[in-house]
C-alpha cells in the first residue's frame, strides 16, 4: 500500500520569504510524486512532479521540490513567497508497480503568505 | 485543448436518493480517475475507468458506481446516499495508460446530503 504524510495542517511565511512545504511518502517500489494546489472552491491544479532523474524538480509558479530517497521525502520549496501562493497544498504519491495511474493523496496542508 | 469539466457544480440530495456526476475529460485523455474530498481531507480514490473499461477502484462500496462512454466523458452514480457522501467530487483525466503522466483536475461538483 502507498501512502503520503504532510505533517504540517498550516504554514506561514512572510512574503518575500522561503516557503517549505514538507511531504514524506511509502511505497513498496519506486516512486513518481506530485504536487497539486487548490484554491477556495477550485479543483486541483498540478505543480510539479518527479519521475526520474534530477532529485531538484522545477514546476509552475517559481515552486520546486526536492526528492530525498533516503529521507522518503519530497518537500515542496519556493525560495520568495508571494501573497497569491496561499491556498492549499497537496502531496500525492503513485507507485511505479501500480497497475492503474490512481493517486494517493496526504490530507493537505494550508499554506498562508503574510504582506 | 479544453480542460475538464464537471456538471452540476453544485447538487443537494437527500438520504437514500441517488445521484449522476458528469466528467468531460480533456482532449486526447481517455482514462478518467474519480476521487471524494470530504472537507478538510485530502482527494480519496473512488475508481479509474480506461477505454471504457473500470481498471482499478479504491475503497467504496458498491452502490458508487461509474460508466466511460465513447468519447471518453464519464458518469459517477451514486445510490442509496448517505449523510457522509457529502463532499466536492472530483474528476480528473489523463493521456494514455502512463502511470507518470500527471492529472488534470476539473472542478469538482460539491454534493450535499441532507
Known amino acids: 500500500a502507498q501512502s503520503v504524510a504532510q505533517p504540517e495542517d498550516q504554514v506561514n511565511v512572510a512574503e518575500g520569504n522561503p516557503l517549505t512545504v514538507k511531504c514524506t511518502y511509502s511505497?513498496?517500489?519506486?516512486?513518481?510524486l506530485f504536487w497539486y494546489v487548490q484554491y477556495p472552491n477550485r479543483g486541483l491544479q498540478f505543480l510539479l512532479k518527479?519521475?526520474?532523474?534530477?532529485?531538484l524538480v522545477k514546476g509552475s509558479y517559481g515552486f520546486e521540490a526536492e526528492f530525498n530517497k533516503s529521507q522518503t521525502s519530497f518537500h515542496l520549496k519556493k525560495p520568495s513567497a508571494l501573497v497569491s501562493d496561499s491556498a492549499l497544498y497537496f502531496c500525492?504519491?503513485?507507485?511505479?508497480?501500480?497497475?492503474?495511474?490512481?493517486?494517493?493523496f496526504g490530507k493537505g496542508t494550508m499554506l498562508l503568505v503574510s504582506p | 485543448e479544453t480542460g475538464v469539466t464537471q456538471s452540476p457544480t453544485h447538487l443537494i440530495k437527500t438520504r437514500g436518493q441517488q445521484v449522476t456526476l458528469r466528467c468531460s475529460s480533456q482532449?486526447?485523455?481517455?482514462?478518467v480517475s474519480w476521487y471524494q474530498q470530504a472537507l478538510g481531507q485530502g482527494p480519496q480514490f473512488i475508481f479509474q475507468?480506461?477505454?471504457?473499461?473500470?481498471?482499478g477502484r479504491g475503497n467504496f462500496p458498491p452502490r458508487f458506481s461509474g460508466l466511460q462512454f465513447p468519447n471518453y466523458s464519464s458518469e459517477l452514480n451514486v445510490n442509496a446516499l448517505e449523510l457522509d457522501d457529502s463532499a466536492l467530487y472530483l474528476c480528473?483525466?489523463?493521456?494514455?495508460?502512463?502511470?507518470?503522466?500527471?492529472?488534470?483536475f476539473g472542478p469538482g461538483t460539491r454534493l450535499t446530503v441532507l
Open positions: 475507468y480506461y477505454r471504457e473499461e473500470e481498471n
Open positions: 482532449s486526447g485523455h481517455n482514462t
Open positions: 511505497v513498496s517500489g519506486n516512486p513518481y
Open positions: 480528473a483525466s489523463t493521456e494514455g495508460g502512463s502511470t507518470y503522466n500527471e492529472q488534470f
Open positions: 500525492a504519491v503513485r507507485d511505479k508497480n501500480s497497475g492503474y495511474s490512481t493517486l494517493t
Open positions: 518527479y519521475i526520474t532523474g534530477d532529485n
